[in-house]
């Protein structure tokens, strides 16, 4: 289904169903796309689910006496077994905004976020 220059809308008083059985499924738009159930909800139902381009809350308040040495070796540049830990720390805690934004935090943080990512 393609509308070139005009909207394209697909609608059933029942259901609608889009599947491939061979290959993927790709869905994407210029602004924003809209996933929404009225009355029900909205699974992801995979092995595996990626969400990219999340923005990582940095910790402002609750520091660890650890954390505190940890940023201090950072900024002084003392510490190449500080930085290389942080690149290979790949585990991250999903947070949630009041809007249902959602973004990341460290895991030894909290899941607080300022004005710039909610």
Same mark, same amino acid.
């Given at each position: 289904?393609?509308? &070139?220059?005009?909207?394209?809308?697909?609608? $059933?008083?029942?259901? !609608? @169903?889009?599947?491939?059985?061979?290959?993927? +499924?790709?869905?994407?738009?210029?602004?924003? /796309?809209? /996933?929404?159930? !009225?009355?029900?909800? +909205?699974?992801?139902? &995979?092995?595996? @689910? #990626?969400?990219?381009?999340?923005?990582?809350?940095?910790? @402002? *308040?609750?520091?660890?006496?650890?954390?505190?040495?940890? *940023?201090?070796?950072?900024?002084?540049?003392?510490?190449?077994? !500080?930085?290389?830990?942080?690149?290979?720390?790949?585990? #991250?805690?999903?947070? $949630? %905004? $009041?809007?249902?934004?959602?973004? /990341? $935090?460290?895991?030894?943080?909290? %899941?607080?976020?300022?004005?710039?990512? %909610?």
């Amino acid at each position: 289904l393609e509308s &070139a220059t005009r909207s394209l809308k697909i609608s $059933a008083p029942q259901r !609608v @169903v889009i599947e491939s059985w061979a290959n993927e +499924i790709s869905a994407s738009c210029l602004t924003d /796309l809209k /996933l929404q159930s !009225v009355h029900g909800a +909205i699974r992801l139902d &995979a092995k595996s @689910v #990626y969400i990219k381009g999340l923005k990582t809350a940095i910790p @402002v *308040q609750g520091h660890s006496s650890r954390e505190q040495q940890q *940023q201090q070796q950072q900024h002084s540049g003392r510490s190449s077994s !500080v930085h290389q830990s942080q690149k290979e720390t790949t585990i #991250y805690q999903l947070c $949630a %905004c $009041a809007s249902g934004k959602l973004f /990341l $935090a460290r895991p030894d943080g909290s %899941c607080q976020a300022d004005k710039s990512i %909610c």
